[in-house]
């Protein structure tokens, strides 16, 4: 139904389709079967829904709707979730695959900060990754964190923004996607290796091999700064 929804207690869906529209906020744990669950985040007066309880079984999640969904269990539905519209976030657990599709976005964290932990992931071309950097801290920028599966990127649009009055320093680095050490990254962001924000008299460099060896990181230089490689 449309309007506000509260989830408490525990539920379970069975076969079939069953949409939740509205804003809805909750804790409880789900039972997905093989259904697949849609939750269509409306985003009125961009209020974001919330989900902290866990979803379980072998249904599936889809993200529909303009808002944002923010996940912050610990869920174990193995049908993975797709993010079809707006965004996905939060500083919980998706153990399967998260799929974005062109107009959809993943945005790790709350309020700018934060990580976010998936079994795998796989960014479509037109999809956005969307990160904020508020400081060189890890816990002062968004983070997702991939636990066992595959990066793909697709060729998607990857996002930056600086928030709580940041200002990167030549040198800085922020590990943005911490990887499986297992899996290395298929494919890049449409950005390619470098990345410019408007207004920033620099650029971010993309190591798509960094960290451990399969992690993204981000790298900040000046504009008109030399780099000697040894």
Not at 69 to 77: E, Q
Not at 178 to 187: E, F, I, L, Q, S
Not at 196 to 207: A, H
Request: net charge neutral; hydrophobic share 40%.
């Amino acid at each position: 139904g449309a309007g506000n929804a509260t989830m408490s207690g525990s539920d379970n869906i069975g076969i079939g389709s069953t949409t939740l529209n509205g804003n809805t906020t909750g804790n409880n744990n789900l039972g997905l079967g093989v259904s697949v669950l849609s939750i269509n985040t409306i985003g009125n007066n961009n209020v974001s829904t919330e989900y902290a309880g866990i979803m379980s079984g072998s249904g599936s999640l889809v993200k529909i709707g303009a808002g944002t969904l923010a996940i912050l269990g610990t869920n174990i539905h193995t049908g993975g979730t797709i993010v079809s519209n707006g965004m996905l976030g939060g500083v919980g657990v998706l153990t399967g695959l998260v799929s974005v599709a062109s107009g959809g976005a993943l945005s790790p964290g709350t309020n700018g900060v934060g990580m976010l932990t998936v079994g795998s992931v796989t960014l479509n071309s037109g999809a956005t990754f969307a990160i904020q950097l508020g400081g060189t801290n890890a816990a002062d920028y968004s983070r997702l964190a991939v636990s066992s599966g595959s990066i793909s990127l697709g060729d998607s649009v990857l996002s930056l923004s600086l928030t709580n009055g940041f200002m990167a320093k030549t040198g800085n680095s922020f590990t943005v996607i911490r990887n499986d050490p297992n899996n290395p990254v298929t494919g890049k962001f449409a950005c390619g290796s470098r990345l410019r924000m408007l207004g920033i008299p620099g650029s971010f460099l993309v190591n798509y091999a960094g960290g451990a060896g399969n992690d993204v990181v981000l790298q900040y230089w000046a504009d008109g700064t030399v780099m000697v490689i040894q």
